[in-house]
Nanobody, 116 residues
Framework: QVQLVESGGGLVQSGGSLRLSCAAS????????MSWVRQAPGKGLEWVSS????????EYADSVKGRFTISRDNAKNTLYLQMNSLKSEDTAVYYC???WGRGDYRGQGTQVTVSS
């Protein structure tokens, strides 16, 4: 079955950096576009970024453009999100998703908390 396991979240000060990872299994990772989405406290799910199956094309929400970088290692079945210049409004549970946008499967999420 499809499994997506996120890791790398934590507490960081404003302006800091974190790198999230998502280990995928149960499907042919290299054939799928992948995404990151997030959910802030009391808010709905927000798309953050997506990447093509070969990693050549990426898209970002305006709110994170220039600060976040999505990447993947198809040999390791792993998706990444490098987050720099973090702001308090980036505080959320971050999920990796199979597919473009919100995807059809999501992991359990990893909490990112940015203190100001």
């Amino acid at each position: 079955q499809v499994q997506l396991v996120e890791s790398g979240g934590g507490l960081v000060q404003s302006g800091g950096s974190l790198r999230l990872s998502c280990a995928a299994s149960g499907f042919t990772f290299s054939r799928y576009q992948m995404s990151w989405v997030r959910q802030a406290p009391g808010k709905g799910l927000e798309w953050v970024s997506s990447i093509f199956s070969d990693g050549r094309n990426t898209e970002y929400a305006d709110s994170v453009k220039g600060r976040f970088t999505i990447s993947r290692d198809n040999a390791k079945n792993t998706l990444y999100l490098q987050m720099n210049s973090l702001k308090s409004e980036d505080t959320a549970v971050y999920y990796c998703a199979r597919g473009w946008g919100r995807g059809d499967y999501r992991g359990q999420g990893t909490q990112v908390t940015v203190s100001s």
